[in-house]
T-cell receptor
Framework: LAKTTQPISMDSYEGQEVNITCSHNNIATNDYITWYQQFPSQGPRFIIQGYKTKVTNEVASLFIPADRKSSTLSLPRVSLSDTAVYYCLVGDWDTGRRALTFGSGTRLQVQP | EPEVTQTPSHQVTQMGQEVILRCVPISNHLYFYWYRQILGQKVEFLVSFYNNEISEKSEIFDDRFSVERPDGSNFTLKIRSTKLEDSAMYFC?????????????FGPGTRLTVL
C-alpha cells in the first residue's frame, strides 16, 4: 500500500482557492488516488478520484503530474463550510482488498 | 440522494456487555463495511462484507466482533464483552460495485461509549 504524506493543517480565508498536496512516492501502476472529506462527528465523504492528469467535478479539481508521485486537491473559493479534514488515499481497490486506509489527513480551517 | 443510515446515534454501555450497532446501507449496494474512529485518531477499517460473508477484516476485528446482514436491508455490527477501549465512533459504509473507481458511502456514525 502506497504511503501518503500531506500537511497536518492549513488555514485559509473565505473566497480563496486552497490547494492541498499529497505525496505518494511509491505509488504503484494500478493505484488510484482518492480524496475524502470529513466534518467533525461525521463519516468521511468522497470528494474526487483520479489516475492521471486532471479531474474536475462540481466540488473540486485533482491535479496529478505525469510521474504520479504526488497529487493536489484544489478547492475553489472556499467557504466556512469547507472547514474539515481532507484525506488523500492511494490504492488499487480492484484486487479484492477494498479496505480504505486513512492517514491523519489535512485539517483545513477556513476563516471569515 | 440515497444515504447510509445508522442507529442509534449514541450508545452507552457497561463494560462486559454486548452491543449491536445497526446500519441500513444504500439499497442497491453490494459491499458493506465497518470502520471506527477513536476520538482524535484516524479512521480505522474493521471489516468488509460481500455476498453474505466477510471478505476482509483487520486485526481490530477480533472474535468479540461479528457482522450480519439479517434481512437483506440491515447490516449489523455486534460487539460482545465490550471493553473500555471499544469506545469510539463506528461508521458503516457501502459501495455498489467492485470496480477500481468504486466509491464508499459512509453513514453518520454511532458513538459508542463503554463505561
Amino acid at each position: 500500500l502506497a504511503k501518503t504524506t500531506q500537511p497536518i493543517s492549513m488555514d485559509s480565508y473565505e473566497g480563496q482557492e486552497v490547494n492541498i498536496t499529497c505525496s505518494h512516492n511509491n505509488i504503484a501502476t494500478n493505484d488510484y488516488i482518492t480524496w475524502y472529506q470529513q466534518f467533525p462527528s461525521q463519516g468521511p465523504r468522497f470528494i474526487i478520484q483520479g489516475y492521471k492528469t486532471k479531474v474536475t467535478n462540481e466540488v473540486a479539481s485533482l491535479f496529478i503530474p505525469a510521474d504520479r508521485k504526488s497529487s493536489t486537491l484544489s478547492l475553489p473559493r472556499v467557504s466556512l463550510s469547507d472547514t474539515a479534514v481532507y484525506y488523500c488515499l492511494v490504492g488499487d481497490w480492484d484486487t479484492g482488498r477494498r479496505a480504505l486506509t486513512f492517514g491523519s489527513g489535512t485539517r483545513l480551517q477556513v476563516q471569515p | 440522494e440515497p444515504e447510509v443510515t445508522q442507529t442509534p446515534s449514541h450508545q452507552v454501555t457497561q463494560m462486559g456487555q454486548e452491543v449491536i450497532l445497526r446500519c441500513v446501507p444504500i439499497s442497491n449496494h453490494l459491499y458493506f463495511y465497518w470502520y471506527r474512529q477513536i476520538l482524535g485518531q484516524k479512521v480505522e477499517f474493521l471489516v468488509s462484507f460481500y455476498n453474505n460473508e466477510i471478505s476482509e477484516k483487520s486485526e481490530i476485528f477480533d472474535d468479540r466482533f461479528s457482522v450480519e446482514r439479517p434481512d437483506g436491508s440491515n447490516f449489523t455490527l455486534k460487539i460482545r464483552s465490550t471493553k473500555l477501549e471499544d469506545s469510539a465512533m463506528y461508521f458503516c459504509a457501502s459501495s455498489a460495485t467492485s470496480g477500481k473507481t468504486d466509491t464508499q458511502y459512509f453513514g453518520p456514525g454511532t458513538r459508542l461509549t463503554v463505561l
